[in-house]
């Protein structure tokens, strides 16, 4: 009689951990162009990379060397021309929706 009693907690918990692993399943790996070295030479590309909407972590998988800068992040305001630090935009997820080399 009590394994009848405890299977209904027993089947709740199986149910929730399927819904976790599911869940977690879900989100799955986007394809992201190759990591590029260096500054930023390409801006098409860099902008069409930037209409995905990466995540900051996206980013620096993609642009290794270029220095992100995500809002609220203090930053030195020295001048540079060759695009290798971005300022970001992010939107209410923490996507990167644009921003500016400064």
Same mark, same amino acid.
């Given at each position: 009689?009590?394994?009848? =009693?405890?299977? @209904?907690?027993?089947?709740?918990? +199986? ?6 692993? /599911?869940?977690? $399943?879900?989100?799955? =790996? ?6 590029? /070295? ?8 860099? %902008?069409?990379?930037? &209409?995905? =909407? @990466? &995540? @900051? ?6 642009? @290794? ?9 203090? =930053? &030195? ?6 695009? /290798? ?9 923490? %996507?990167?929706? +644009? +921003? $500016?080399? %400064?």
């Amino acid at each position: 009689m009590k394994l009848n =009693a405890r299977f @209904p907690i027993l089947l709740l918990l +199986g149910l929730l951990l399927a819904l976790a692993v /599911s869940a977690c $399943s879900m989100t799955e =790996a986007r394809d992201l162009p190759e990591p590029r /070295s260096g500054v930023v030479t390409d801006l098409a590309a860099f %902008q069409e990379f930037v &209409t995905l =909407a @990466p &995540t @900051p972590e996206e980013f620096r998988k993609v642009y @290794p060397d270029v220095v992100l800068i995500l809002p609220g992040d203090i =930053a &030195t305001r020295e001048y540079r021309t060759d695009n /290798s630090r971005f300022f970001a935009d992010l939107d209410d997820d923490g %996507q990167i929706v +644009g +921003g $500016s080399f %400064q």
